[in-house]
């Protein structure tokens, strides 16, 4: 039966018969489809960082996707701060009802403390 092999640099697949096996000296073993993949990888360049290999291309349209969702993200967020405000509104309606209140209380308060005074200075 006739193996295909993928090329360790590019990831494409290699034909019976053709492209190099690479036997290094610690006996591991590199297949290269084209002279192209393996002068790239004498020269010590990541796969990842090209944009014709397996791992470059799908690197590139993965940044892509990235991109289209952050900007689709950021569509969205810009909704939420209105939202944000009404709450707000919202709060600072309720504080002012309360400090209303406080202030009424304040008012019994006074008007109980002054006649608690008038009490006292009639009994004396």
């Known amino acids: 039966m ?3 092999r993928a ?14 096996m690479f036997v290094r000296t ?3 073993v590199v297949h ?10 004498d020269l010590g360049r990541e ?3 090209l944009e014709w290999t397996e791992e470059g291309g799908a690197g590139a349209a993965d940044a892509e996707a990235e991109a289209a969702d952050e900007v689709e ?5 810009a909704p939420e701060p209105a ?12 504080d002012e009802d309360a400090e209303a209140d406080e202030g009424a209380e304040a008012d019994e308060d006074a008007d109980g ?3 608690d005074e008038a009490e006292e200075e009639a009994e004396a």
């Open 2 to 4: 006739v193996q295909t």
């Open 7 to 20: 090329c360790d640099f590019c990831g494409a697949d290699i034909e019976a018969g053709t492209g190099t």
């Open 26 to 28: 610690d006996g591991s």
């Open 32 to 41: 290269f489809c084209s002279s192209k993949c393996e002068k790239n990888a």
């Open 47 to 49: 796969a990842r960082d």
């Open 73 to 77: 993200e950021d569509a969205e967020v």
């Open 83 to 94: 939202a944000e405000d009404d709450v707000d509104t919202e709060d600072a309606e309720a």
């Open 113 to 115: 403390a002054e006649t």
